[in-house]
């Protein structure tokens, strides 16, 4: 794509091109974690069924087990701004952050994080690095390769997860753990099913709140949502089947609320945590920030650059409940881009 495209004189004229990873047997973990990857083509579905109401022209562009036909796609239909909805490639979620590394060599603009933020994100221990750095309230933590890392510095309850994994892949209620016995039986899980280190943080009782932020210059807190548990124990968290299996009591036991109720001081502060979080992990154009509070204090959980974005998950929830209509969601984030890749042609 060496040759530089003539600017559309017009909406009708934008080519907008929909990337997504085609759903994949995951490389590592369960069997059951392949409904997480079937989602993104819905996603796609989603995002096209938009531009097409708002007027651009638009093709879907499916990465499936190989990149060459893709980029010889790119080529010959030179998009003039992609929507980048890459989960990972080929199976493998770890290798997110390279879908927007290749538009990038391409030189074709694209919407959400760049690389180095998914990168960061990804990873967790990394992650909660950056945070810490930057005064940003997380429970504390250790990155456990085996257990015969643990330093025995936290106190329990603790929870166990997978440092390179996302949707809640790896996460059951067995992640909350009581003693060391437990704790030594779920980071050898990880490191053997998953393949990876382990996070082990700190449990956070209280209160679950997914705070979406949409915008670069001037990033908008979207009305803040939170999870309601309805289960009567410990531990009370968005596993796997809560989020996938809609049939399970983990699910039918945990409902979003959106907006929720806050009192404007408790408001603000998670507001501005979330902001700093946001800019800390270089996210950009929309991210959704998870926070548990723990006597009215928030901590950090996870960042989360390039959520879903189908019309079902939490980030068009706070949408809806902002009255921003989700065709205008989609031609914002398609601004974006275009203004980025604008002014890296000047």
């Given at each position: ?22 759903p ?14 079937a989602?993104?083509?819905?996603q ?12 651009f ?20 239909n ?11 490639a ?17 030189g074709?603009?694209y ?41 025995g ?24 753990v ?86 404007e ?23 959704r ?58």
């Amino acid at each position: 794509m060496s040759k530089r495209k003539k600017k559309p004189s017009k909406a009708s004229d934008l080519k907008v091109g929909v990337l997504f990873n085609l759903p994949a047997w995951p490389l590592r973990g369960e069997k059951i974690d392949y409904l997480a990857e079937a989602e993104a083509e819905e996603q796609a579905e989603a995002v096209q069924e938009a531009l097409e109401k708002i007027g651009f022209r638009s093709q879907l562009f499916p990465l499936k087990d190989d990149i060459e036909p893709l980029i010889t796609e790119l080529r010959l239909n030179r998009p003039d701004v992609v929507v980048n909805l890459c989960e990972g490639a080929f199976g493998d979620s770890h290798q997110e952050m390279n879908a927007p590394s290749l538009l990038e060599l391409l030189g074709v603009p694209y919407t959400g994080s760049s690389p180095l933020g998914l990168g960061l994100c990804q990873n967790k221990g990394l992650t909660k690095d950056v945070l810490r750095a930057n005064g940003i309230p997380t429970p504390r933590y250790q990155v456990l390769e085996s257990f015969n890392d643990w330093s025995g510095e936290l106190e329990c309850p603790l929870f166990v997860k997978p440092l390179r994994e996302d949707a809640s892949i790896g996460i059951s209620s067995k992640s909350y753990v009581r003693n060391d016995a437990e704790l030594e039986t779920q980071v050898e899980y990880i490191r053997a099913q998953y393949r990876q280190a382990a996070l082990v943080e700190e449990y956070i009782a209280g209160r679950e709140l997914n705070v979406a932020i949409l915008g670069n210059e001037k990033p908008e807190v979207l009305p803040i949502s939170e999870i309601i548990f309805e289960l009567q124990e410990e531990p009370k968290i968005v596993d796997y089947a809560a989020k996938w299996l809609k049939e399970s009591e983990e699910f039918k036991k945990t409902k979003p609320k959106c907006p929720t109720d806050l009192t404007e001081s408790l408001k603000a502060k998670v507001e501005n945590i979330a902001l700093k979080a946001y800019e800390a992990l270089y996210c950009r154009d929309y991210a959704r920030v998870d926070m548990r509070l723990r006597h009215e204090e928030p901590f950090v959980l996870e960042v989360n650059p390039n959520p879903d974005i189908s019309h079902e998950a939490g980030f068009a929830r706070s949408l809806r409940a902002a009255g921003i209509p989700y065709e205008e969601f989609v031609r914002q984030i398609v601004s974006f881009a275009l203004k980025r890749g604008a002014r890296r042609r000047t």
